[in-house]
């Protein structure tokens, strides 16, 4: 029996397609009062990710469980949500040291659609389904489909493949009730309004959309235990200013001066993670790296450490 497909809106009717007016006659501004007029929109965005907070820490435990069971953070979109969703996925082996597979991303049209407008492959339902299909979606992987309207043919068939093979799916949108939020397990819907100029999700939508990514993927990150307090600890040292800033992040961590920093680093072979933990449970680099690759973490890595070193406080 064929699925019953969800009736979309027409795009007319979307709220992010309405005529913002506030921004009336922007072409009559000047530089300064189109900037301002801008800003003031965007100063809307917060308020409304807020609203969604409850959904989105929800995701962020559904992606964090899927990653430490060895599941994957698929993300999906069209055009702006796209690349989005791309800039976000290649930012988190930098920021973390995770691998590339952790979080992935499909785009409409493949990598050429990050800097050349394919928007027409957006409308296929059948390319959708097809580009999921390669990243073989299961049960241990969380899905997540970026569309503004909510109605992108290509997600949504995308979401609905990903769901059938056991994913867990996740919908980010910015008009509520949409054929996208009914697609997912989980929707995070984002009313963002009227942009400043009609249409150009690219603007509120987009911001909002990368707001909410940046709380999931970090988040999950958190969860983790690739942060320790509120420090960037897994970045490794690929040029002089990710060098700079592992000593910077190690006088912090450790409340030590620059030549004990750089010390206590080159001991850890240059890992800094491996460097946080021989300092504080006082253990050579063997049973550090030992702690931590058992560890849920670097605060379980050090308390585990400290634990097997007898400095733990009884």
């Not at 921004?23 to 300064?32: F, G, P, Q, V």
């Not at 235990?225 to 450790?254: D, P």
């Amino acid at each position: 029996m064929a699925k019953k497909r969800t009736h979309s809106p027409s795009i007319e009717d979307l709220a992010t397609e309405q005529c913002n007016p506030f921004s009336a006659d922007l072409d009559t501004k000047s530089s300064l009062e189109i900037a301002r007029l801008i800003n003031s929109e965007d100063a809307k965005v917060a308020a409304t990710v807020e609203r969604a907070l409850p959904q989105i820490a929800k995701a962020i435990d559904w992606i964090a469980r899927a990653l430490k069971n060895g599941g994957r953070l698929i993300y999906v979109g069209t055009g702006t949500s796209g690349r989005i969703a791309a800039l976000d996925a290649a930012e988190c082996p930098p920021t973390f040291n995770t691998s590339p597979s952790m979080v992935q991303f499909v785009i409409a049209g493949g990598p050429r659609a990050l800097g050349l407008p394919v928007e027409a492959d957006e409308d296929s339902r059948k390319l959708g389904e097809r580009e999921i299909r390669k990243k073989r979606p299961s049960k241990k992987d969380v899905v997540i489909g970026i569309a503004a309207s909510g109605r992108t043919p290509f997600t949504i068939a995308a979401v609905e493949a990903a769901r059938h093979a056991g994913a867990k799916t996740i919908a980010i949108a910015n008009n509520p009730g949409s054929a996208l939020e009914k697609a997912a397990d989980l929707a995070i819907v984002v009313e963002t309004g009227p942009e400043v100029v009609t249409g150009s999700t690219r603007m509120k939508a987009g911001t909002a959309q990368k707001t909410v990514l940046n709380m999931l993927s970090t988040g999950a990150m958190v969860r983790l235990g690739l942060v320790y307090s509120n420090l960037m600890v897994n970045l490794r040292q690929k040029n002089s200013k990710l060098t700079e800033r592992a000593l910077i992040i190690l006088e912090r961590a450790l409340k030590v001066d620059r030549p004990s920093a750089q010390k206590i680093l080159r001991r850890a072979g240059n890992d800094l993670p491996i460097a946080i933990i021989m300092h504080l449970a006082g253990v050579d680099r063997r049973n550090a790296e030992k702690a931590l690759a058992s560890a849920g973490g670097l605060r379980d890595a050090i308390e585990n450490a400290k634990a097997q070193s007898g400095t733990a406080k009884v």
